[in-house]
Structure formats: C-alpha cells, structure tokens
C-alpha cells in the first residue's frame, strides 16, 4: 500500500533479559488519528522511540511515509515532530526562544508555519517572554506541542502527553489533537489512560510487548462476547469481596461507585440475586450496560494469563 | 464528631510563595480510618499542602496538627507517625526487595526481630516471596508499587500520604492497589490520597477539589455528585475545575 504513514513488521526489541517488543507488526494510514493504549512497560516508549530513529529494533523492519527508519533515518527525522514523556525543552530558555531554536534547526521560522500552531500557541503567547522552566505544566505541554509542530511534520508522535496531566487539561489536549488531524497530519499517541482510547480513530491495546488487540475503538468494544452487569450498591467493597467469592462470577471489578459483573453462566441470573441478599445486600441497583474500553482491556488482559 | 478521631486538622492554612498564594485560607478534618481524595488541577496547589502536612515544609500561617502533633513545634514527632509514596520515587532501584523493606523498616525504628517478622509477613501477603531476592528495577511497575505502599505503612503509621500512587499503572493492578488502600483503612490507618483517576475519586470515602488555591468543594463523592448535579466525579471535577 502507497498511503500508509507507518508500516510496521515483525519488530522485537529486547534490554537484557526484558523483551520490550515480541513480534510487533501493524499499519497505520496517513492522516490517523492513532492510540497506542496500555500501562508503563507495555513497549510503547521503545515502539515510538524505533518510529522516531532514536532506537534500533532487534528484529523487523519499520517504514515511516515509505522511509526505512534504519537505512535512511535522517529523512525520517526531517518529517516527524516528537513529544517525549518528559518535558524536555530548554528550561532556561523563554518560550518564544525554546520555539525560535527549534524552527531555525529545522531551517524553517516561526512566522513561516504560525498557522498551523496559531491555535495552540494563542493560549501560551501571552506568556512568550516567561523562562519555560517556570510555566505551568499545561503550558508546557502547549509549547511542547508547539515546538514539534514547528517544522510541519507528516508525522506527530507524543509519548504519554497526558500523564500526571489533571482531568481538565487531559480533555483541553485532545481537543488540541482533534483540530489538528485538519492539518493533515498523522498522530500517534500513547497512553495510560484507557478512556483517551475511544477519541482515537484507531488503537491498538499493548501490553507486555504484544498487541492484544487493534481495531477501531467502536469495534473492540462491540468485540466483547459477554454480558456485562453494573452493579451499585451500599457497601461497595463488600459487594466486591462476596461477589468474588460467588462461584457464578467470571470477572469483578470496581468501576468508581459501581461494579463490573460477568457471569459463567447468565441462566442462573435468580441464584445471583439470592446469594447477595443472603449475604445482606439488599437494595441493589442492577442493570446490563455496554462495555467500555477499560472492561474490554481487562478482558483481554486475563484471558492472555 | 469526637475531636480524638480527627487524625488531620487544618485551619485556614496559608502559604505564600513571594506574591502568590499557593495555598489559600485552607480549612478541613480528616477522621481516623477515612480514605481521603484531594484533588485539584495541576497547579491548583495540592503538592504545596501535602509537603506541609508531611513536615516537609513550613506554612506562612494558619493552624495545623497532624496525628497529634502540632506542625510548628512537633514535626519530627509527627513524622514517625506518618508514611509518604509517591508516583515518581519509593523504592531504591538498585536495592534487593528485602533490602528496601530492611532499610525502611530500619529508618523507622523497628526492631531486628520485628523487621523479619514483617518482611516475612509483607512477602507472604504480596505474593512476592520468589522475587525475596531480586532488585526492584526488575520487577514490572505494578509489582513495585504494591510494595512500595506495604513499605510505605510498615511501622503501622496513623496516616499514609499518597501522591498519585497509581499513574501508569495497568487497570488490574490499579485495582488491587485500591484493595491494599481498603485493607489499610480497615485496619485503622487514614489514607490521603492524590490522582487524576477521576474512578478512583469515586473509592474514596471523601474528597476535596482544590482550583486556585482554594478548596472549593468538600464532601463524599455521593454528596458532591448531588451538589453539581452529575453522573460521576469526571463531570463534578470539570465543572469545578473548568
């Protein structure tokens, strides 16, 4: 295929003893707005890191917009904007420094591509003449954004944006990311956070080096076999500890003030009710709901142990 | 309510950074055994009040007594009582399992005989007897977390402080954190919790936003949904926060 943006085959990456990437293969379309979602040491600091020539795999090949990521990795670098997980701008530097040193590496300017960063250096350019080390952290994500946007990449990976990011400034980011995929521009962003999944057009869930799952977020939801119950009641972690201890259960968890419930077997619906007020829960709140990404990760995350 | 089970109280507490208030007239209880949420925005000043209460450092006013003791006059008394783990340091990485467990356990004064007796314990509990032997930068995040917080209470502490301790962290192991914090509470010790897992606000018995300084809401989760009229405490954060 001509208009992928990532064409990924068969990588492994190993650090000692820890395989960081097992076998890693997938495609990604240009224009892709991309999720890869899972915890700290799923792999997906070393998959992007490979993507962004900072890393040798192994094991396997990767092309960026056609480009080998080994062979011919300063092209690679001359179309791709990279985010890492940590801030990593020049503290001491002021922000419009941080970005006018950034642009002239590239041989590009501020003025050259202000279009396309305009709507999230509005917010910060108040502030052009504040040292970056002393911004706030969702200003300094914005110009982080900023300054790997500078040099109009085909391309944008970023790290865990989001992490130790609070609620408001998580959904400030992805509107951020929203807005940009008008830019033409592939993004490919990782995550903890499994409800930034469903704002992706695609994600791939990782998870000790494997993919378990890679689909749109709408498919691996609709993907999961079984019924799923919420239950809500007054003593919620009792409610758990019981329910755990029910030889009916297949799978409990606490979401919030609710929990998560699937059954063996769903003939015995009436049995589940008796058991629990039996063991004194009574006025329970009961009903079937749709799964989300995380009940889908956990799903797939047990049936692989 | 009984002044004896109030493990942390605060009355308008205020810290000044030059001209900026980074902690605004803060007031509020902590009861024993009560799980707490404090959150708040990046920025909003939560990690300011926290180093306070930790004895970490000094508020330009108000008053503050913590397990007992008061904050100006009684801080290394205090701090035996309290434990702290945060996201982003716990364990020494290039120590041994035991070895970190022993040298805590050792910085809070335990005794030999109580320092094999609790590893043993804590080993057993956590399921890491096999791994008794290998350094913390082996082993997966998750693991090391759960540790850090079985650390983090080894001398049975009144209160433990927690700074996000589970960003990162995979949802199963997330989950069974929260069941270390429940077992915790049960056992008499406050927990104070800081996360950006608005979920995880729900498993608390009471929560605090702050935004600009201020605390600006206060109660159980239940209660503060009523309040803001929303479905879970994403919505009541974002309206708070917003």
């Known amino acids: 295929m001509d208009n992928l943006a990532v064409d990924i085959r068969n990588i492994s990456k190993s650090y000692k003893e820890v395989k960081a990437l097992d076998d890693i293969s997938l495609a990604i379309g240009q224009g892709e707005l991309f999720g890869l979602i899972g915890p700290d040491g799923a792999g997906k600091t070393s998959l992007f890191r490979i993507l962004c020539t900072l890393l040798l795999p192994d094991r396997g090949t990767a092309m960026v917009y056609g480009i080998d990521v080994v062979k011919n990795y300063k092209a690679i670098r001359k179309i791709t904007g990279y985010m ?37 250096y509005s917010h910060i350019e108040p502030f052009r003449n504040r040292r970056a080390g002393k911004l706030s952290g969702g200003m300094k994500q914005k110009l982080a954004l900023s300054c790997a946007l ?16 609070d609620a ?45 799952s890679l689909d749109t977020p709408g498919n691996i939801m609709g993907n ?32 919030g003030q609710h929990l998560h419930l699937t059954l063996k077997d769903y003939r015995e619906d009436k049995e589940l009710r008796s058991y629990l007020s039996d063991k004194g829960h009574t006025n329970l709140e009961v009903k079937e709901i749709k799964p989300n990404i995380e009940d889908c990760f956990l799903e797939l995350m047990t049936k692989v142990k | 309510m009984e ?20 902690n605004d007239r803060l007031s509020f209880d902590v ?28 508020p330009s006013s108000g008053e503050i007594n913590v397990a007992g003791f008061d904050i100006y006059t009684e801080r290394e008394k205090m701090k035996k009582r309290i434990g702290y783990m945060s996201q982003k340091f716990s364990l020494y ?46 082993l997966p995040l998750g693991w090391r977390q759960k540790l850090a917080f079985s650390v983090a209470i080894i001398h049975q502490p009144s209160i433990v402080f927690l700074d996000e301790p589970t960003g990162g962290v995979d949802p199963i192991t997330r ?41 600006e809401a206060i109660g159980t989760p239940t209660e503060l949904m009523d309040e803001y009229d929303s479905v879970n405490m994403d919505e009541v954060f974002i309206k708070i926060a917003r």
């Open chain 1, 150 to 165: 500078i040099h109009k990449p085909k391309i944008l990976v970023l790290d865990e944006p989001t992490t130790g990011v």
């Open chain 2, 175 to 215: 989950r069974q954190f929260w069941d270390l914090i429940y077992q915790a509470s049960r056992d008499g010790i406050t927990v104070f919790v800081t996360t950006h897992y608005m979920d995880e606000a729900e498993y608390c018995d009471r929560v605090s936003i702050m935004d600009a300084g201020r605390i």
């Open chain 1, 84 to 120: 890492a997980g940590r801030f990593s701008l020049y503290q001491d530097l002021t922000v419009e420094e941080n970005l006018n040193f950034y642009a002239t590496v590239f041989g590009t300017s501020l003025e050259e591509n202000y279009e396309l960063i305009k709507d999230i």
């Open chain 1, 168 to 212: 408001v400034s998580r959904k400030e980011f992805w509107e951020m990311l929203i807005q940009l995929k008008d830019h033409d521009i592939t993004i490919l962003v990782s995550t903890p956070y499994m409800d930034e999944a469903e704002l992706c057009d695609r994600v791939a869930l990782i998870q000790e080096g494997s993919i378990l």
């Open chain 1, 224 to 255: 999961f076999q079984k019924r799923l119950l919420s239950i809500k009641g007054r003593d919620i972690y009792q409610l758990k500890n019981d329910l755990e201890d029910y030889r009916n259960t297949g799978s409990v968890y606490l979401f």
């Open chain 2, 3 to 22: 002044t004896d089970s109030i493990v942390i109280r605060v009355r308008d507490m205020v810290k000044k950074f030059g001209d900026f208030t980074a």
């Open chain 2, 31 to 58: 009861q024993k055994g009560e799980i707490f949420g404090f959150l708040g925005a990046n920025g909003a000043g939560k990690t300011t009040a926290l180093r306070i209460l930790c004895g970490l450092s000094l």
């Open chain 2, 93 to 138: 990485e290039d120590l041994k399992v035991y070895e970190n467990i022993r040298l805590y356990a050792g910085i809070y004064g335990l005794s030999r005989k109580r320092i094999r007796q609790r590893t043993d314990e804590l080993l057993d509990t956590l399921e890491l007897e096999d791994v008794r032997n290998k350094l913390i930068a082996e």
